[in-house]
């Protein structure tokens, strides 16, 4: 298995909701991230989990809320959204943190 | 800080004609270098990569060489496709301190190719 796989892959919610975003793989990788991005834009990094412990937060609003349950999952908690948070979430991974990264489909989002 | 500068697009080309992106990048020390290709609706795919001074990746009929001495890493595809259209993203691998791997984007490039 040589994918990063993402649920669901569209989502929409309100504001007042508690939702969450789910990636998976099977390739051993020790490092996960997820990603942010907007319309014609590059990603941006939003978490970096290395070895299943938090190792980056990109200053990211406390309305996303991460966990790495074991080193094949990687949640997104959603709870409070704003509108601007609309995007395609990516998720990733890489055999060590230094390693290319393999992204996943992403799931596209939106808050009304 | 390390950053990566693409050429902007869009880029429009008739099928089977030859391709360049150019890219260049700032950082300190030895970075690692990819192109990530993104198809309309879908994520990001590792197209190729290069590790070290005058590394060539190649994939797919893509190719980038390494170039420390112009800080460059600029792709290139001689026969290009319909199937080929898509955002083209170079990125370096930021290694840093703190090791952690950090990917630095270039703000893409747009591919059309007609038939």
């Known amino acids: 298995d040589t994918e990063v796989t993402q649920t669901p892959k569209h989502l929409v919610m309100g504001m007042t909701n508690k939702k969450s975003l789910k990636c998976e793989q099977h390739?051993?990788?020790?490092?996960m991230y997820w990603y942010k991005q907007k319309a014609k834009k590059p990603p941006e990094l939003m978490f970096v989990?290395?070895?299943?412990?938090?190792?980056i937060n990109e200053s990211v609003p406390s309305r996303f809320s991460p966990e790495c349950p074991n080193s094949s999952l990687l949640n997104l908690h959603l709870h409070a959204l704003q509108p601007e948070d609309s995007a395609l979430y990516l998720c990733?991974?890489?055999?060590?943190?230094?390693?290319?990264?393999?992204f996943g489909p992403g799931t596209r989002l939106t808050v009304l | 800080g390390n950053s990566v500068t693409q050429m902007e697009g869009p880029v429009t080309l008739s099928e089977e004609a030859f391709l360049t992106i150019n890219c260049t990048y700032t950082?300190?020390?030895?970075?690692?270098l990819f192109w990530y290709v993104q198809y309309p609706g879908e994520g990001l795919q590792l197209l190729l990569k290069?590790?070290?001074?005058?590394d060539k990746g190649s994939n797919k009929g893509f190719e980038a060489t390494y170039r420390k001495e112009t800080t460059s890493f600029h792709l290139e595809k001689g026969s290009v496709q319909v199937s080929d259209s898509a955002v083209y993203f170079c990125?370096?691998?930021?290694?840093?301190?703190?090791?952690?791997?950090?990917?630095?984007f270039g703000q893409g490039t747009t591919l059309q190719v007609k038939p």
């Open positions: 990733a991974s890489s055999r060590q943190s230094q390693s290319e990264q393999f």
């Open positions: 390739m051993g990788h020790r490092a």
């Open positions: 989990y290395s070895y299943e412990k938090l190792s």
């Open positions: 950082a300190t020390g030895y970075p690692s």
């Open positions: 290069a590790t070290k001074a005058d």
């Open positions: 990125a370096l691998s930021d290694h840093g301190s703190s090791n952690t791997g950090k990917l630095i």
